[in-house]
């Protein structure tokens, strides 16, 4: 296995006596899409903040390319960042603009203007290069920002969150463009976001954070179908929860009492351990086609059509706090008010210590 290209050691930081970050260990390898996840304040700003230098931790190391950057200035180190709001210098024309850091290096102007329309070509604006940013539309903007943060070479790209100003077809059209050029160019993406959605568009390794806290690492694919605690299962995507006790434990197989009945799959908790057995929306079955696990019977509360499938929203007959999601295909002729069996298939269902 090849050595990180970002190791972060063990970092903490408190904002005064606001921990903000709590023993965050992760390693990033070479051309990898990373994609921070987590809700308002989990902490994943801050740590983007500390890869690029704008904060030194209050405990822990950063390397990168194996040397310790813990304490070195932003512009000194092998990283750039993209801001959420582009920053952009009004009076610069986009060559200009692009060509910024070249400048501080002491690039000559033909090398830089050269190195700019080649960043700006690489993003689909060559013919952008001397005009000025009000004359550019978000996505454009955006673009530009990424061709100055990619013209000077960094080692590693920070993205804060770039897509947040942009509108939701310009946003899925930007994700598709980001991908590409991360691919073409091979640099390490880091890119922090609240969307789920954006998450499992761009990344091929995803961190989820919570509460300072990282919940889960590793592809997305893993994290979403087999989550490694309950926050990431309801949090990278939604799921039903059913929250349950082991009442057996034998042979690599536990018998969870849930409000719905008895649940039995492979796992290795002891008896009396409180459990927590998520089902994605697309794995519960609504009406009559069973799976092989019966879930009881729930009405239905509502039902939203979203174009490819609809979103149901259910509550169980047996237990009247336990609510149900589930995805139904577009033709399905659920309705609210309607009182349905409910059921899915035991191998789809993940078993979490609660």
Do not use: W
């Amino acid at each position: 296995m090849s050595a990180p290209l970002v190791d972060i050691r063990n970092v903490s930081h408190r904002f005064g006596q606001l921990p903000v970050l709590k023993n965050v260990s992760l390693a990033i390898g070479p051309g990898s899409y990373t994609i921070l996840l987590g809700p308002s304040g989990s902490g994943k700003t801050t740590l983007l903040s500390i890869l690029g230098g704008f904060v030194t931790p209050s405990e822990g190391k950063v390397f990168i390319r194996g040397a310790d950057c813990t304490a070195v200035p932003p512009a000194k180190r092998p990283t750039t960042t993209v801001f959420q709001d582009y920053a952009l210098f009004p009076h610069m024309s986009v060559g200009g603009n692009v060509g910024f850091g070249l400048r501080m290096q002491g690039v000559d102007g033909a090398t830089r203007a050269a190195k700019a329309r080649d960043a700006l070509a690489l993003v689909g604006l060559a013919a952008a290069f001397d005009k000025k940013p009000h004359q550019l539309s978000g996505g454009q903007r955006q673009r530009v920002a990424l061709a100055r943060a990619l013209v000077i070479e960094p080692a590693v790209l920070l993205l804060d969150e770039p897509l947040g100003a942009l509108d939701l077809k310009l946003r899925r059209q930007m994700q598709d463009e980001l991908k590409a050029i991360q691919k073409r160019v091979g640099t390490a993406f880091i890119h922090v976001t609240h969307d789920q959605e954006e998450a499992m568009a761009l990344a091929d390794h995803c961190v989820v954070m919570n509460d300072g806290r990282i919940e889960d690492d590793g592809p997305p694919e893993r994290v979403y179908a087999r989550p490694a605690t309950r926050f990431s299962a309801t949090f990278m995507g939604e799921s039903t929860i059913l929250a349950g006790t082991v009442a057996e434990a034998r042979n690599g197989i536990v018998t969870a009492s849930t409000p719905v009945g008895p649940i039995s799959l492979p796992g290795a908790l002891t008896a009396g351990s409180p459990v927590a057995l998520a089902i994605r929306p697309e794995h519960i079955v609504l009406g009559e086609a069973k799976g092989d696990i019966a879930l009881g019977m729930a009405r239905v509360d509502d039902v939203v059509f979203q174009g490819s499938f609809k979103r149901v929203l259910a509550t169980s007959t047996l237990d009247t706090a336990l609510q149900l999601i589930a995805k139904a295909p577009a033709s399905a002729t659920v309705q609210a008010g309607d009182t349905i069996p409910v059921s899915c298939d035991a191998q789809d269902i993940i078993l979490l210590a609660d």
